[in-house]
T-cell receptor, first 112, second 115 residues
Framework: AQSVAQPEDQVNVAEGNPLTVKCTYS??????LFWYVQYPNRGLQFLLK??????LVKGSYGFEAEFNKSQTSFHLKKPSALVSDSALYFC??????????FGSGTRLLVRP | DAGVIQSPRHEVTEMGQEVTLRCKPI?????LFWYRQTMMRGLELLIY????????DSGMPEDRFSAKMPNASFSTLKIQPSEPRDSAVYFC?????????????FGDGTRLSIL
């Protein structure tokens, strides 16, 4: 079965510094990977996805993610964090053509 | 553009009562998903529909839960009778041709509290 792991419950970073939110995956076959963000009292919002092609995927709000097949990782990155980036971030893998399996989430706190 | 619309946003009721959550997907989307989010279990897929037909309900916790999609623009998730352990945030999401890896679009959820 497909699965994803987000090893950090929380990531703290200062505004203006680069940020990384980690995700590792376990799949049989080609991985289809996603990142979503959740702000307080809101639903999840799609940030980016990796299906095939370039290992560096660019998404919304200046976020990008690096797919690494040898390390089975799909880490979310941003060169310069904003206080407004503070939110809950979810990595997800597609289990079948229709179902997403979500990680446990990582809370990002960007301090001014 | 209107996103996925869920109602009510908050629901507080006593155990044993029937609860109905409602969802209007994005127009043109042919897949609809119901999720439950709790601190203990994270985000769980309960059921999903394709073209109004339930495809996989293996995530529905028990017979007290039921979901319907009478047409392409409306779905309900019903709990009868409700129990305190059903307290959670319930999300509806929709997508277009999920098989082509289109992202799912989430509503803002219904926060359900069963007393």
């Amino acid at each position: 079965a497909q699965s994803v792991a987000q090893p950090e419950d929380q990531v703290n970073v200062a505004e203006g510094n680069p940020l990384t939110v980690k995700c590792t995956y376990s799949v049989s076959g080609n991985p289809y990977l996603f990142w979503y963000v959740q702000y307080p009292n809101r639903g999840l919002q799609f940030l980016l996805k990796y299906i095939t092609g370039d290992n560096l995927v660019k998404g919304s709000y200046g976020f990008e993610a690096e797919f690494n097949k040898s390390q089975t990782s799909f880490h979310l990155k941003k060169p310069s964090a904003l206080v407004s980036d503070s939110a809950l971030y979810f990595c997800a893998v597609r289990e079948s053509s229709y179902k997403l399996i979500f990680g446990s989430g990582t809370r990002l706190l960007v301090r001014p | 553009d209107a996103g996925v619309i869920q109602s009510p946003r908050h629901e507080v009721t006593e155990m044993g009562q029937e609860v109905t959550l409602r969802c209007k997907p994005i127009s043109g989307h042919d897949y609809l998903f119901w999720y439950r989010q709790t601190m203990m279990r994270g985000l769980e897929l309960l059921i999903y529909f394709n073209n109004n037909v339930p495809i996989d309900d293996s995530g529905m916790p028990e017979d007290r839960f039921s979901a319907k999609m009478p047409n392409a623009s409306f779905s309900t998730l019903k709990i009868q009778p409700s129990e305190p352990r059903d307290s959670a945030v319930y999300f509806c999401a929709s997508s277009f041709r999920t098989g082509s890896n289109q992202p799912q679009h989430f509503g803002d959820g219904t926060r359900l509290s069963i007393l």
